[in-house]
């Protein structure tokens, strides 16, 4: 059988093989059979003698409605650095290292970069050896504010994000409702969308054989 993935309305049904059990139109639960892979065989009194038992074939899509909400703050934090730094050196041997420098590090936030170098011998032979140095550079977390043309720019970006997504998946938008509420804080992002995709899945038949007469 083919069976709907999800609950929907029957916008396009082909079947090629198996016997039907929807028409467009149709609004269908999840686990819905769409096409039936029991063929029946009929008496002449139209009763059913048996059923030949076959694997559904058919193109089906199911369109249905979706709301997506998405928020982002128009408050976020930067660094901001300060232009002091610490200098230490490093020395290391294998998996172990040494830090070398006078005194703590006098800042309360601030990143580490740093570049190593392996000992060479002759050009050619390298030791598990190897020595540098690190910088501490401080900086402070500072709350800023975005433009409203980059709120503008964040939310479009996060709309294609959406339609990546379901594009992704060969869901199809055939409708949608885009709007953006801008507060003080926060700007808001809804999105009513009616999709359509082939939506359904195989699965085993649930119709009983008939016994043979014999």
């Known amino acids: 059988d083919l069976v709907a993935a999800r609950a929907g309305i029957v916008s396009y049904i082909i079947t090629r093989s198996g016997v039907p059990q ?19 065989v009929y008496n002449e009194d139209t009763t ?13 899509l199911l369109q249905y409605t979706e709301s997506v909400s998405v928020k982002k703050n128009i408050l976020y934090e930067e660094k901001i650095y300060s232009g002091r730094q610490k200098k230490m050196f490093l020395l290391g041997i294998n998996d172990k290292e040494w830090n070398f420098h006078l005194g703590k590090i006098p800042y309360k936030e601030y990143d580490i970069s740093g570049e190593k170098k392996q ?18 550079q401080e900086y402070e977390m500072v709350r800023q ?9 964040i939310m479009q970006e996060e709309w294609h994000k ?8 060969g869901v199809q938008i055939t409708g949608k409702n885009v709007t953006i509420k ?29 016994p043979s007469e014999d």
């Open 22 to 40: 929807v028409a467009l139109g149709d609004t269908v639960k999840k686990g819905d059979i769409l096409v039936s892979g029991a063929v029946p």
């Open 48 to 60: 059913v003698r048996k059923y030949q038992f076959v694997k559904s074939d058919a193109d089906i």
């Open 119 to 136: 000992v060479r011998l002759l050009d050619r032979l390298y030791l598990p050896v190897y020595y540098g140095s690190k910088t501490a």
């Open 145 to 153: 504010k975005y433009t409203e043309e980059e709120m503008n720019g």
């Open 162 to 169: 959406i339609i990546s997504t379901l594009e992704e998946k």
């Open 182 to 210: 801008k507060n003080d804080d926060n700007w808001v992002l809804n999105a009513r969308m009616q999709l359509e995709e082939a939506a359904v899945e195989p699965a085993p038949s649930e119709t009983e054989p008939i």
